[in-house]
């Protein structure tokens, strides 16, 4: 099953009006791409004997853009190992969706001739895509230019103005290749994968890029957040470098605080939506999880458990909220390594999902891109209740549900408004459901078992929730 959107590039207008059918409260379209990460887990996306599990399920979760690393971390380099490079391409394609290859790192990065050296491999490296995939192909992919340069530790802790040198220059090499099989387009090309979960100022890079590229050299500009960097686990059992900051909760506390955050996906979103304006300019959110480490201890289970589907689920309402244009996980498989998967990816490196990953594969097969969207305004009455109504191209109503707090919730669907108390198919995933998602009738109600994730429909008989 492809549940792939098919829309082109080109996003609607910031304040798209509704149809005729969705004008009585306030209709929207939803413009949210889902994307992934796909890094560290590549050999079980690219090679395993299950990658075409990993695919599958990457198209129940409408995956349109999974973006990949060339140069950096432990990737397939495409110089020494082209067949490897090839078929982690290959798996992206597989998944209906279209690759970001984002060009990180060299170091040290003010040498000129470590730029220069740079600069030749990826004129190369796109010349070999152009050479091995196509023209009419690559015209589609996206371009990325860096990650994280204001963290140290991943980034290499650039200046602004040591970054905005090095963007100019892979721009005008992508794009001198990349625009003649354009057609008049634009090539996709943007910046700066800021990391704003510990970095202050970090909306100063987004601000600043906007002003200094023109839109013929910027299509996107991205930007992360996860909740905290902090371990969810007592700080005394784990190594972490906590540089000045504060000792992080945990337990119940360190949940509720990293639950509180997801609203920030909204308002950040928002906040770069008004600094792009009325410019041509997509709004990516490159990286979101909810803890930022691959230990299982560190990270408490808060990415991929009950309480990781709720966060994800939650930032996911927000992002489409604040008028987000993408959402990349991190990540889509996990890292297999010292006999155990890693604590980021939705899925093992054979295509076994987590609670995580089944909360998203239900949210994704119900609130599509270019789907009518509204937010019910449930005042007082459902403290802690995230929701989106969403109607298809086909008519057929849905609604998410989220409960962010750990008490038990009880939502009547009439107060949804939009008809969805006449819909009667449920699906859920919440503390009571033991990790899966379990069908009933919702005759008008929503029960949640604390944090947890529902979808509402009028008809959810082909949803793939398992």
């Not at 990658?51 to 399920?57: A, D, E, F, L, S």
């Not at 300019?281 to 990286?287: M, S, V, W, Y």
């Not at 289970?301 to 244009?325: E, F, I, K, P, Q």
């Not at 498989?333 to 995580?356: C, I, N, Q």
Request: proline share 5%; hydrophobic share 40%.
């Amino acid at each position: 099953m492809n549940v792939t959107s098919n829309i082109p590039f080109e996003r609607p207008a910031r304040e798209a009006g509704p149809s005729a059918r969705g004008s009585e409260i306030g209709w929207r379209r939803n413009r949210l791409r889902y994307g992934f990460n796909e890094i560290d887990g590549w050999p079980g996306f690219a090679f395993s004997e299950n990658r075409h599990v990993i695919q599958h399920r990457l198209r129940l979760m409408n995956t349109e853009i999974v973006r990949l690393f060339v140069f950096d971390k432990p990737v397939p380099d495409p110089f020494k190992d082209w067949r490897s490079f090839a078929a982690v391409i290959e798996g992206v394609l597989a998944s209906g969706a279209k690759p970001m290859i984002t060009f990180a790192k060299f170091m040290p990065y003010y040498e000129p001739r470590q730029l220069a050296r740079f600069i030749a491999r990826t004129r190369e490296l796109v010349w070999c895509c152009l050479e091995e995939w196509g023209g009419d192909e690559v015209k589609d992919w996206y371009w990325c230019v860096w990650n994280e340069p204001n963290n140290p530790d991943v980034g290499g802790n650039l200046s602004y103005a040591d970054y905005l040198h090095i963007y100019n220059q892979v721009a005008d090499t992508v794009v001198e290749l990349v625009a003649p099989h354009m057609a008049g387009g634009r090539v996709k090309i943007g910046g700066p994968s800021i990391d704003g979960t510990q970095r202050a100022y970090w909306l100063d890079w987004i601000a600043r890029l906007l002003s200094d590229v023109g839109d013929d050299r910027l299509a996107f500009v991205n930007w992360h957040m996860y909740a905290d960097w902090r371990p969810a686990a007592a700080h005394a059992t784990v190594d972490v470098k906590l540089v000045d900051d504060p000792v992080s909760p945990d337990g119940p506390v360190f949940e509720a605080l990293s639950m509180a955050q997801t609203t920030q996906y909204e308002a950040r979103a928002r906040s770069v939506g008004r600094l792009i304006g009325d410019r041509d300019i997509l709004n990516f959110c490159g990286e979101l999880n909810t803890v930022a480490h691959h230990d299982h201890h560190f990270t408490g289970g808060l990415n991929r458990n009950v309480v990781g589907a709720t966060y994800y689920a939650s930032a996911l309402l927000n992002l489409m909220r604040g008028g987000a244009d993408l959402e990349m996980r991190w990540t889509a498989t996990s890292k297999h390594w010292f006999g155990r998967d890693d604590a980021y990816g939705l899925m093992d490196k054979d295509g076994v999902p987590t609670p995580a990953a089944l909360a998203k594969q239900i949210v994704a097969q119900h609130v599509r891109r270019g789907d009518e969207i509204t937010f019910p305004d449930l005042g007082d009455r459902n403290p802690g209740i995230d929701s989106v109504v969403a109607r298809d191209v086909s008519g057929r109503l849905s609604a998410v549900l989220v409960n962010t707090q750990p008490q038990a919730r009880t939502v009547d669907l009439a107060s949804l408004g939009s008809g969805i108390e006449h819909c009667d198919d449920l699906l859920r995933l919440d503390g009571g459901t033991g990790g899966a998602v379990v069908r009933a009738a919702a005759a008008g109600v929503v029960r949640f078992d604390g944090y947890g994730v529902a979808v509402v429909s009028e008809d959810a008989s082909t949803t793939v929730a398992d």
